[in-house]
């Protein structure tokens, strides 16, 4: 079994910067891929960044140029470093796992962290 700890969220004024953790901890379990996804209030989960276990990285064009994706293989902890943040970007930031354990893929998620930018 493998859980996810999410942190570093909270209130922002536009313009600032964040960094949200992600840390896997468990037995016997190798990362595929990390991913972050947000969602804001009455709105629908969108995933706006991954990352491969080789580092490979996407993100979703609103974020692209402002956040960045990065992975410790040792720690086995993925960060999501947020820069030039807009009130638009308030919402609930969930870290994903797509995990490989005994050879079954597995999709693991965080709890989630809020974050909120005021104008």
């Known amino acids: 079994q493998v859980q996810l700890v999410e942190s570093g969220g909270g209130l922002v004024q536009a313009g600032g910067s964040l960094r949200l953790s992600c840390a896997a901890t468990?037995?016997?379990?190798?990362?595929?891929?990390m991913f972050w996804y947000r969602q804001p209030l009455g709105k629908q989960r969108e995933l706006i960044a991954s990352?491969?276990?080789?580092?490979?990285?996407n993100y979703a064009d609103s974020v692209k140029g402002r956040f960045t994706i990065s992975m410790d293989n040792v720690k086995n902890t993925v960060y999501l470093q947020m820069n030039s943040l807009k009130p638009e970007d308030t919402a609930v930031y969930y870290c994903?796992?797509?995990?490989?354990?005994?050879?079954?893929?597995?999709?693991?998620w965080g709890q989630g962290t809020q974050v909120t930018v005021s104008s």
């Open positions: 468990g037995s016997a379990f190798r990362i595929g891929a």
């Open positions: 990352i491969t276990s080789g580092g490979s990285t």
């Open positions: 994903n796992l797509d995990a490989v354990e005994s050879g079954w893929r597995r999709s693991y």
